[in-house]
């Protein structure tokens, strides 16, 4: 698991999404696949779709069959083209501002942050627990990996696991 990307995908998000992109791309690895899906669940981004270099046709982004639709199958995956497998991520605006206005990292490479039940409480209930800031509004989110996955910090209360945080998104 590499908290450099991670940083790296955050900080793009940020960008896109301030400059009222509807589509981007990250490098798909475990990590960031699972991450977004949890963005998705908790209604951060529309759509996650895996795909190539080139951007997927924009109807599948929204999940809706067009009439000129072509089943094309989709591209094997290979040796030589498993670099280059993007996640193509459809952004959500609201009342045209963006829904991510700001993602950050919390553990980095240099010190990961682990997060008990106790921890996680005070955080949920907007304490401050050693170096995490509590969550102070209420669309804001902190997801944190697991033995399990990655959920987001309410979820993890719910679930009585701790884990360690990944990123905060406002």
């Not at 908290?3 to 955050?10: E, G, N, R």
């Not at 999940?63 to 995956?77: A, G, L």
């Not at 553990?107 to 990961?112: E, G, I, L, N």
Request: glycine residues 6%; contains cysteine; positive net charge.
């Amino acid at each position: 698991m590499s908290l450099v990307h991670l940083a790296h995908v955050c900080s793009h998000l940020t960008n896109a999404s301030k400059a009222r992109l509807s589509i981007t791309s990250v490098p798909n690895t475990k990590l960031h696949r699972a991450l977004f899906l949890a963005l998705r669940d908790a209604g951060f981004v529309s759509s996650v779709v895996l795909g190539g270099p080139n951007p997927p046709v924009p109807h599948s982004l929204l999940n809706q069959p067009s009439i000129t639709d072509i089943k094309v199958p989709p591209e094997p995956v290979t040796r030589e083209n498993v670099a280059s497998r993007r996640l193509w991520l459809g952004l959500k605006y609201w009342q045209s501002e963006p829904v991510i206005s700001k993602m950050t990292v919390i553990s980095k490479p240099t010190k990961r942050i682990c997060l008990d039940l106790p921890a996680l409480r005070r955080i949920v209930r907007g304490n401050m627990s050693d170096t995490v800031y509590g969550i102070r509004s209420p669309g804001e989110c902190i997801f944190l990996t697991t033995s399990d996955g990655i959920f987001e910090a309410r979820e993890c209360v719910e679930r009585k696991i701790g884990g360690m945080a990944l990123c905060r998104v406002i």
